[in-house]
C-alpha cells in the first residue's frame, strides 16, 4: 500500500510540472524558457521513476554538470546587469526589443523609460535608436522608441534611428557604423542600453568589435518575467563565447 502511495505521488509531481509549464508556455506571453525548465524538470522525473538505479547515477551526474556549466555563464550576466558608475557618453545606444503591432512590448517600453532618464540627466548626448522591423511589427523598433521619444520631450535632433538590424551584432555594428559616419569614433564614446540582463552579452559583444563600452540597464520586468530572461541571457552567453555569435 505504501508502494502505491510513493508511486502516486512520483507521477502526480510530473504531471503538475507539464500542466505549470503548459500555462507558461501558452497562456503566458515571455514564459518560455520558464515552461522549458518545467518540462525538463517533469521528464527527468519521469525518467528517475522507471529507470535502473545505475542509469539515474549516470543523469544525476549530467544534470550536476550541465547546471555547473550553466551557473558559470550566469554568473557574468547576474554581475553586469546593472548601469555602471561612469555612463556619460557622447553617443548612447539604445538596443530595440519586440513591437506589437505599433505599441511597444514591456520590455521595449521599459528601454524607452530609461532612455528618457538618461537623456534628461546628460542633455548633451545622442541616441542612436536601434531596431528594426520584425515579424508582426507594424513600424520598426527604432521608429517606435522614436516617437515615444519625442512625445516625452526628447527633441528629435537628440534622436538618431538605425532601422536595418535583426541581432544584437547588427545593432552594434550598424550603430557603430553612424557614429563613424559622423566623425567620431565609437571605442570609449559610447553607452549602451538594454534590458538589464542584456548588458554583459551587449558589452561583450561590442567589446569584440574593439569598442569599449559603459552599460546602461532598462527594468527586467516582474521577478518571475524576469528569471525567464536571465535563463534565456546564459544561453545567448554560452552561445557568444563558443561560437563567437
Not at 523609460?113 to 535608436?129: G, M, N
Not at 548588458?199 to 561590442?206: D, G, W
Request: proline share 4%; with cysteine.
Amino acid at each position: 500500500m505504501g508502494e502505491v502511495k510513493l508511486m502516486t505521488v512520483w507521477w502526480i509531481t510530473p504531471a503538475l510540472l507539464i500542466i505549470s509549464a503548459f500555462v507558461f508556455r501558452y497562456c503566458m506571453k515571455g514564459y518560455s524558457y520558464i515552461a522549458h525548465l518545467l518540462s525538463m524538470a517533469a521528464a527527468f522525473t519521469v525518467i528517475y521513476t522507471v529507470c535502473p538505479s545505475e542509469l539515474c547515477r549516470i543523469i544525476t551526474f549530467l544534470i550536476i554538470g550541465g547546471t555547473a556549466l550553466f551557473i558559470g555563464f550566469e554568473i557574468p550576466v547576474i554581475l553586469y546587469a546593472h548601469t555602471d558608475n561612469d555612463c556619460k557618453r557622447k553617443y548612447l545606444i539604445v538596443l530595440g526589443a519586440e513591437v506589437i503591432g505599433s505599441k511597444p512590448s514591456r520590455s521595449l517600453q521599459y528601454r524607452i523609460d530609461a532612455a528618457k532618464h538618461y537623456l534628461e540627466r546628460f542633455t548633451e548626448s545622442t541616441a542612436i535608436l536601434s531596431g528594426g522591423n520584425g515579424p508582426n511589427e507594424d513600424m520598426s523598433e527604432a521608429s517606435c522608441m522614436f516617437e515615444h521619444l519625442r512625445d516625452y520631450g526628447i527633441a528629435p535632433n537628440r534622436m538618431i534611428k538605425e532601422e536595418y538590424s535583426s541581432s544584437t551584432r547588427e545593432n552594434l555594428s550598424l550603430s557603430f557604423d553612424i557614429i563613424r559616419s559622423l566623425g567620431d569614433e565609437p571605442d570609449g564614446n559610447v553607452a549602451i542600453l538594454s534590458s538589464s540582463y542584456h548588458l554583459y552579452r551587449a558589452k561583450k559583444t561590442a567589446l569584440s568589435m574593439n569598442v569599449r563600452a559603459t552599460g546602461v540597464a532598462g527594468y527586467p520586468g516582474n521577478p518571475v518575467l524576469a528569471a525567464n530572461f536571465f535563463i534565456r541571457e546564459a544561453l545567448g552567453v554560452a552561445r557568444l563565447l563558443i561560437l563567437g555569435r
